[in-house]
């Protein structure tokens, strides 16, 4: 089509927040020249860009996991009346090679499902087309048309008719493919803590992961953000404090595995990838006390840091920190752990950070923050890096993470001194209070449970008893489908 062009971005309805720093962050990894306006309500589900190039949102469509798909657009009204009429006033203007070509057209909605049938009854609508455009073929297009139609963002309260239509080309779709093919399911090795695969995603795209890049993560676990980073073509290091999960000793997570296979690890997940030519090794390494050179430079860090909730926030002891009864001139030291602050780490990381990235270098982390200490002002900042993007997500337990991503603007700098950070540390003000709470009320409950079983004359069972009962009942059912 002639003149201004103008591509509609359609989006998945997950992870809303992280849409816009996913495709402003392909945009700065693509050198492309657009300004892209925060959309309103964060919740809509398109946006609109222009002045950019097709190859230019084909691009972001290769990188994207928010994207579901890109179309150029021909034509919109915001009533069905003004948008055939629209579409009709661009028939003279359509190239006249779409009439030699094959289509098939494809029907969108947003905030209504609308079944095959009136899908059916939409492209007729638009049989007028026909003077312009040639042979239909579902299967092997030449070309796809899309009709989309946007019925707002209020699920309670769905308007009879769209309040915009559009019509347009199809261009490309985003990569939420990707998922599947990095799936948890299917994966080799996994835990308890490893990155849903979308998220990981996500951040290695906010770390503008690319061809050639050093990327590391230094708490690395089963190696999520390894593989998201090798996916998008980057070198990848990983460290871990924990040796039996880096060398995959720990206790399946799978809930039927009983033992692990012998060959799970984290270089067998790059070869069931076939990323292996990227995975250059991951060691056991406390960050507190990292084992690396000062001249050793990454394009960026991409980690999720421990909250104390699955595993804990820990560092290796110092001689001078251990414990006092065992402070003697002559002791031998063995390494102990200790807490490791959550407020520390992350200036550690920042620190860290500032002196092992490239300048432009990004580093991605998860911030873990109870809900009710949350507010815009909380994030460990430091002068040396820039705060690029903060997405929260809602974990279960009144607990939000948020996905902090900055890029390093100088070589040199200071952590700045945030009280409000200062005054929570996630472990020590909520998780502590939580968990006594939690297991305050579970004593309860226990308790009252014991009462009323009491009461109707019923024996309840131990721990020991009950497990064994569960485990009888279990293999009665495996006797009972065998037979
Ligand atoms: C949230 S998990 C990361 C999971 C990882 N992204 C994955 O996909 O499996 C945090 C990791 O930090 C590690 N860790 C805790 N304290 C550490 C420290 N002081 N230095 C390095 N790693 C540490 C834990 O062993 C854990 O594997």
Redesign the pocket.
């Known amino acids: 089509m002639a003149g201004i062009k103008k591509y509609l971005l359609l989006f998945a309805q997950d992870f809303v927040e992280f849409r816009y720093p996913e495709i402003e962050s392909l945009i700065k990894l693509f050198k492309i020249n657009v300004e892209v306006p925060k959309p309103t309500p964060i919740e809509r589900p398109y946006w609109i860009l222009e002045n950019v190039e097709e190859s230019e949102v084909r691009q972001i469509a290769s990188r994207s996991v928010s994207l579901k798909f890109v179309a150029e657009i021909w034509s919109s009204g915001t009533s069905y009346d003004e948008f055939h009429g629209n579409v009709k006033k661009l028939m003279p203007l359509i190239d006249k090679k779409y009439k030699n070509e094959s289509f098939k057209f494809m029907v969108e909605t947003y905030n209504k499902h609308i079944k095959l049938k009136q899908r059916i009854e939409k492209i007729e609508t638009m049989n007028y087309l026909d003077s312009v455009l040639g042979t239909i073929d579902l299967k092997n297009p030449d070309n796809t048309f899309v009709y989309f139609e946007y019925y707002g963002i209020d699920d309670l309260n769905v308007p009879v008719h769209p309040e915009h239509i559009y019509f347009g080309r199809y261009i490309a779709d985003g990569q939420r493919d990707l998922f599947n093919k990095i799936s948890l399911k299917t994966r080799k090795f996994i835990?308890n803590?490893?990155?849903d695969p979308q998220l990981?995603i996500l951040m290695a795209n906010q770390g503008l992961c690319s061809q050639n890049d050093l990327m590391f993560?230094?708490?690395?676990?089963?190696?999520?953000?390894l593989i998201a980073g090798a996916l998008f073509g980057s070198y990848v290091i990983g460290?871990?404090?924990?040796y039996l999960?880096l060398h995959a000793k720990t206790k399946p997570s799978r809930a039927l595995q009983k033992v692990r296979a012998a060959d799970e690890s984290i270089r067998a997940n790059m070869e069931q990838y076939n990323l292996q030519n990227l995975y250059l090794d991951v060691f056991v390494?406390?960050?507190?006390n990292y084992p690396l050179k000062g001249n050793l430079k990454f394009d960026s860090i991409i980690?999720?840091?421990?909250?104390g909730v699955?595993?804990?926030?820990?560092?290796?002891e110092k001689k001078e920190g251990r414990k006092f009864t065992a402070m003697t001139e002559d002791a031998v030291h063995y390494p102990s752990l200790s807490d490791?602050k959550m407020t520390n780490?992350f200036h550690d990381l920042l620190n860290f950070s500032v002196k092992h990235l490239k300048i432009d270098g990004r580093l991605v982390c998860w911030f873990p923050i109870p809900d009710k200490f949350y507010d815009d002002t909380i994030f460990p900042q430091h002068s040396a890096l820039k705060l690029i993007s903060t997405s929260r997500q809602q974990l279960i337990g009144d607990t939000s993470r948020i996905l902090l991503t900055y890029e390093k603007i100088a070589e040199t700098g200071e952590l700045v001194k945030n009280d409000a950070l200062e005054n929570v540390d996630f472990r020590m003000k909520y998780f502590t209070q939580y968990d006594k709470e939690r297991k305050e009320t579970r004593h309860k409950n226990h308790q009252k449970n014991l009462e009323e079983a009491e009461k109707r004359g019923i024996k309840l069972m131990n721990k020991t008893e009950w497990k064994k009962y569960v485990n009888k009942k279990r293999q009665a059912e495996a006797m009972d489908k065998d037979s």
């Open positions: 835990g803590t490893s990155m990981s993560d230094p708490f690395c676990g089963t190696g999520s953000m460290m871990d404090i924990d999960t390494g406390d960050f507190a980690c999720d840091p421990p909250y699955r595993e804990g926030l820990l560092k290796v490791y780490l």
